[in-house]
């Protein structure tokens, strides 16, 4: 009966140190993606990195931007984007909310970076993104900026 006393500190004391070792995987790309968090930063890394590519991947062929300047289908939401050079971001006061194979996520975000040639505004935008889970993976299908716009 000891040895089972043993066995139980071994086992909790493994388990206790696995979970202070082995910190989270940060995300770097959809790949490493597993929520919500993980879509969004993926999404903001594919900025920085001028990934259209894969970030195209992830956008549905419906998507909807609502933003500061009004709303935009995919290929102008898309565009408009792309004329974005993101150096930095930094997200804060991040929640989600799923609801079956939806997922909504509000954030506030501070862009560091250009648009159209002009300095990204310094003050954070508060956002709201709604990703769909579909047969090929996570899709984006809306998402709205609340803040300063930046440039055309």
Avoid at 38 to 62: P, T, V, Y
Avoid at 65 to 78: E, F, I, S, V
């Amino acid at each position: 009966m000891r040895w089972l006393g043993g066995v139980a500190v071994v086992l909790i004391t493994g388990f206790s140190l696995c979970c202070t070792v082995y910190k989270s995987h940060p995300v770097t790309s959809f790949v490493d993606a597993t929520g919500g968090e993980g879509f969004e930063r993926a999404f903001w890394q594919d900025m920085r990195n001028k990934d259209w590519k894969d970030l195209q991947q992830h956008i549905a062929s419906n998507f909807t931007y609502m933003g500061p300047t009004g709303t935009l289908d995919r290929d102008a939401a898309l565009a408009y984007l792309q004329q974005m050079d993101v150096k930095e971001f930094s997200i804060t006061d991040l929640k989600t909310q799923l609801s079956g194979n939806t997922v909504v996520v509000t954030y506030a975000i501070t862009l560091r970076g250009t648009s159209g040639g002009q300095p990204l505004p310094e003050q954070s935008q508060h956002r709201m993104s709604v990703w769909h889970e579909h047969k090929s993976g996570w899709m984006l299908i809306a998402q709205t900026a609340l803040g300063p716009p930046a440039s055309h």
